[in-house]
């Protein structure tokens, strides 16, 4: 029996029944509702049976009815899982790769994270203050002869007309005394630590967070300012508001405020005290007085803090020759240096910023991409080397009807997955290597883990990795033919490895790169610690003269205690210390000079056994003698000074300086490195001058230990000063901080070249196994029809010497051009010498073999019947 | 599964499952009850009433054949499983138990014929 057409239902009831009922339910519903009418139908009327048909539709109504329960959820995250969870079985499948490729990218991760970390503390230097942006220090380039040297240390009468002349530009203006260490006294508690003596307005301008006490406090001259470790080390948890401190022995100041220890990444991170300006000049003097109107005398540092809206250029232009009308000869120019150049931009050069640190930001910053290239490229190596083995995959996917985009989207969230399991990793090793990391780099760097800015950067970064990676060989994969691949027919021709071989020279160009330049880093630094120094270093030790007991104590009592101990070879006393120079002569004239010459000679005032104590090399004429009482009207100058003078036989000449007796030259002595040892030594004038001692130096002697002698020599000291702990610095140390800077840099060097050298390898050594095992039937014919062992591996390894011998060809002028250029920037360097690239060539030759021999070696002793009787 | 999860007009439709079975579907229950109770039932409340029982495990269902009433469509027949059982034993139980405890003259007397 059918349904006539009479006793249809209504047609529009069940298209709207069709449309909100959910499919799976649509069947029985329909026909309980039709089984239904034409029972009433048969009862009743069929206007009766049609009204409660269209009831009962309309009671169909209901949530249960349209929910579509067992309809699949989006096709997107579906195919996501699948995507993953094939991923995940093919790595589990080659676990060898799996670690290749998972543990090479964490690593260039946590390179590129550590140097970005690092990057972004350079670049954060003394942000910590909130004044940063209107901070600003006086520069002062003086010209004479052509040539221009910058030095930060300005005088007091350009501070004063700063302050009062210009006082509409500027918020505060403030004259800071360098960096001393001091020693501080609390009862029997002494401290050494470094401090400034600085105008009342300075640490308002630093914007110092105080925990106790106020800013403005130096007001008051008899206050100081102490950091919060420092008041800790000092008082424990004592107040230390109103507490007195002895001073180097000489003077009492009351704590009236503690701040917050300043970050690593502070220009003053050293400064540990701030005491008033006042207070050293009623204490010591340090030669204000003198200098109150003498623009020349330029020993203070000078900051200002500009007005908030002031455009730092216009105030530069006005005050730039405002020291000019004042000084006696050559040219003089201002500038004021903003804060956020201080520590990148550090380097002056006739007058211009020459860089300074900024150029290592660069570099760490290129090879840090660099690094995580050459793991991006290990990556796309592997995978498409891999590509035959998942070519039937690809072929069999695309039989069943995946469509190009589903392909490309199934192998970039694989290399996504491994990118995230690479920064899992990454994550990891960061967290374990940042200390050492610190320690290398002298840095207090850490992790923000609670920063969204932090997490943003890194899992944008990781997704963008896993992308990049995974681009090359997603795009090639699934530009497969089906049919090919499917018969066997495919053959991935020259072409195909061509982008492959391109990526691996790109590797080696990178690591050989980075090898010649790490060893010239080296050679560079070896090449300045190999300079003769020109004295003997070794066991001489400096006293820094930091109370009035030492100053008092006469020079000969000192000495004879000295050598009584017998622990002690010879003692001076100098103005400065062996390694820097603080007073430069400007005036000094002789016969025949140059009128328009104004020469720089350094100029160190010393006692009669000061050469003996050294050990300097007189070379012409003889030493300062106390059998001679006109030594005091003579000088010694060294060979560097006679040069620039021009004279053939400088002893005998006589040196004249306005306003002060003629000197008589009694000697020359050799050169001796006193400022930086990159540097040509500075042409110096020796004086005998007992009043403008500032150092103690002693030679220890040579027959006893240091530490013994030491032990032997601290009583006397003691005796005589006995407010302050015996307080010493080993001139070898001193002169060795001469090349932190550079041996920081090249030991940071020297780990990114390994790591990237590991890279390569790691990446080579993935490729070698897959090369092997893709010829395994070639080398099984081969070695059948008798090939040796040693010919194989010979055949296997040919087109990887091939390969690094290309990248070496490109790494050579590349690696020369940059490490000239930075070569340049030393007036005592080495030269490259061609050895390096010889070696550098031979070396990454060498490790080539070594990684890949593991491989071929491995396929070439394999038995032909295993390899040959499969299929 | 507590007493009060059941709603009246699900118990009934159970009830009346199991009067049905093995033919019990929809169509036959809105009929039976509608011929039970004099009042309109719509197919849609007792297919409602149905899906709920079988979320709460007291009916099962599977599709039996087409006929041409339906226009070729398979019907759902429904089964009144354990659960199901146990439930209206227990309802039985407690009205039973009620109703004896009636005094005798407690109700108001009314006219069964």
Redesign the interface.
């Given at each position: 029996m059918s349904i006539g057409k009479k006793n249809h239902p209504p047609c529009w009831l069940d298209w709207l029944l069709e449309r909100f009922c959910a499919p799976h339910l649509w069947e029985e519903v329909q026909g309980d509702l039709h089984e239904r009418h034409q029972l009433r139908s048969k009862r009743t009327s069929k206007q009766k049976a049609d009204w409660l048909y269209f009831r009962d539709t309309i009671s169909y109504l209901r949530l249960s009815i349209f929910k579509r329960t067992d309809s699949p959820k989006p096709i997107l995250t579906d195919m996501l899982r699948n995507h993953l969870t094939i991923a995940l079985r093919n790595l589990t499948r080659n676990k060898t790769y799996s670690v290749i490729n998972i543990g090479g990218l964490a690593v260039g991760m946590v390179v590129a994270m550590l140097i970005g970390l690092w990057i972004y503390d350079e670049l954060s230097y003394d942000t910590y203050h909130p004044n940063y942006e209107h901070i600003a220090q006086v520069m002062d380039t003086r010209t004479f002869n052509g040539e221009s040297t910058t030095s930060d240390l300005g005088a007091i009468p350009l501070a004063n007309e700063l302050r009062t002349k210009y006082a509409n530009h500027f918020e505060h203006v403030s004259l800071v005394w360098k960096n001393y260490t001091h020693v501080l006294a609390v009862g029997d508690k002494k401290v050494a630590q470094s401090g400034v003596w600085t105008q009342p307005e300075f640490p308002e301008m630093l914007g110092l967070h105080m925990i106790k006490g106020s800013r403005g406090a130096l007001k008051d001259p008899s206050s100081v300012l102490i950091t919060n470790s420092l008041s800790k080390a000092l008082f424990g948890e004592k107040d230390p508001l109103g507490q007195i401190i002895r001073i180097d022995n000489m003077a009492e100041v009351k704590v009236a405020g503690v701040f917050e220890d300043l970050p690593k990444n502070s220009t003053f991170y050293e400064t540990k005290l701030f005491l008033a300006w006042d207070k050293a000049v009623s204490t010591f003097g340090g030669g204000v007085k003198e200098a109150q109107a003498d623009w020349d005398y330029r020993n203070w540092r000078i900051f200002v803090q500009l007005k908030e809206g002031t455009d730092i250029h216009t105030v530069n232009n006005i005050v730039k020759h405002i020291a000019q009308p004042h000084i006696k000869e050559g040219k003089e120019e201002i500038l004021l240096y903003p804060m956020s150049q201080w520590h990148l931009y550090n380097q002056f050069e006739n007058g211009q910023v020459a860089g300074g640190r900024i150029q290592f930001v660069w570099m760490f910053g290129i090879i840090g991409v660099f690094v995580l290239l050459l793991a991006c490229i290990n990556f796309m190596n592997l995978s498409t080397a891999r590509s035959e083995k998942r070519a039937k995959e690809v072929g069999i996917r695309k039989a069943i009807g995946s469509v190009r985009t589903q392909l490309i989207g199934q192998f970039l969230s694989e290399s996504v997955l491994i990118s995230f399991l690479a920064l899992v990793l990454a994550l990891a090793f960061l967290w374990i290597s940042l200390p050492f990391f610190n320690q290398i780099a002298y840095k207090e760097i850490h992790i923000t883990w609670a920063s969204i800015s932090f997490w943003t950067i890194i899992l944008g970064f990781t997704v963008l990795t896993g992308l990049l990676a995974g681009s090359y060989p997603a795009f090639y994969l699934s530009s497969f033919e089906t049919i090919k691949v499917l018969k066997g027919a495919l053959q991935i021709g020259r072409l195909a490895t061509l982008p492959r071989k391109a990526l691996v020279v790109t590797q080696f160009t990178v690591s050989v790169t980075l090898i010649i330049g790490t060893i010239i880093v080296y050679q560079q630094i070896q090449f300045a610690k190999d300079r003769s120094v020109g004295y003997n270093r070794e066991g001489l030790i400096l006293i820094h003269m930091n109370t009035p007991e030492l100053y008092d104590t006469p020079y000969n009592f000192l000495r004879s205690q000295l050598l009584l101990t017998g622990a002690v070879k010879d003692m001076a006393r100098s103005s400065d210390p062996t390694t820097d120079v603080s007073y430069i002569e400007k005036n000094i004239s002789w016969k025949g000079k140059d009128p328009s010459l104004v020469p720089l000679l350094g100029s160190f005032a010393v006692t009669h056994d000061y050469g003996n104590t050294l050990g300097w090399q007189i070379k012409e004429g003889r030493d300062f003698s106390r059998e001679f009482p006109t030594d005091t009207g003579s000088v010694i100058i060294n060979e560097a000074a006679a040069k620039l003078m021009g004279l053939k036989h400088p002893v005998g000449e006589h040196l004249s300086s306005p306003g002060q007796p003629d000197r008589i030259i009694t000697g020359v002595v050799k050169d001796m490195i006193v400022t930086s040892p990159y540097q040509a030594t500075m042409p110096m004038l020796y004086m005998l001058e007992y009043k403008w001692s500032n150092f103690i130096m002693v030679r220890l002697s040579p027959s006893l230990s240091a530490h013994e002698a030491l032990e032997r020599i601290e009583p006397v000291f003691k005796k005589i000063n006995p407010g302050s702990e015996f307080d010493y610095t080993f001139v070898d140390e001193e002169y060795a901080h001469k090349f932190s800077d550079e041996e920081r840099i090249a030991n940071l060097a020297t780990i990114f070249t390994t790591l990237s050298i590991f890279l390569s390898c790691l990446g080579l050594f993935g490729l070698a196994s897959f090369m092997a095992e893709q010829r395994i039937k070639e080398i099984g014919i081969r070695k059948v029809l008798g090939a040796s062992v040693f010919s194989l591996w010979q055949l296997l390894s040919k087109d990887f010497v091939l390969l690094v011998s290309v990248a070496f060809l490109i790494a050579v002028p590349v690696s020369w051009y940059f490490s000239n250029s930075w070569l340049q920037q030393y007036e005592y360097r080495t030269s490259i010498a061609w050895w390096v690239f010889i070696a550098s060539g031979a070396g990454a030759l060498l490790i080539t073999l070594l990684t890949i021999s593991f491989q071929t070696l491995k396929a070439a002793s394999r038995n032909p019947i295993k390899s040959l009787r499969t299929e | 599964m507590r007493r009060s999860d059941l709603g009246e007009f699900e118990e009934i439709v159970l009830l009346t499952v199991a009067v049905l079975t093995p033919n019990a579907?929809?169509?036959v229950i809105?009929?039976e009850l509608e011929a039970q109770t004099g009042h309109?039932v719509?197919?849609?409340?007792v297919?409602?009433a149905l899906?709920?029982l079988e979320d709460k495990g007291l009916v099962n269902s599977q599709?039996g054949e087409?006929?041409?009433?339906?226009?070729g469509?398979?019907?759902?027949l429904f089964t009144v499983t354990v659960a199901g059982s146990r439930v209206l034993h227990e309802v039985q139980a407690v009205r039973d138990r009620l109703w004896q405890r009636i005094l005798p003259n407690a109700l108001p007397k009314i006219d069964l014929a």
């Open positions: - | 579907y929809s169509v809105a009929e309109t719509t197919t849609g409340a297919h409602a899906q709920r599709m087409a006929t041409a009433e339906r226009g469509r398979r019907k759902r």
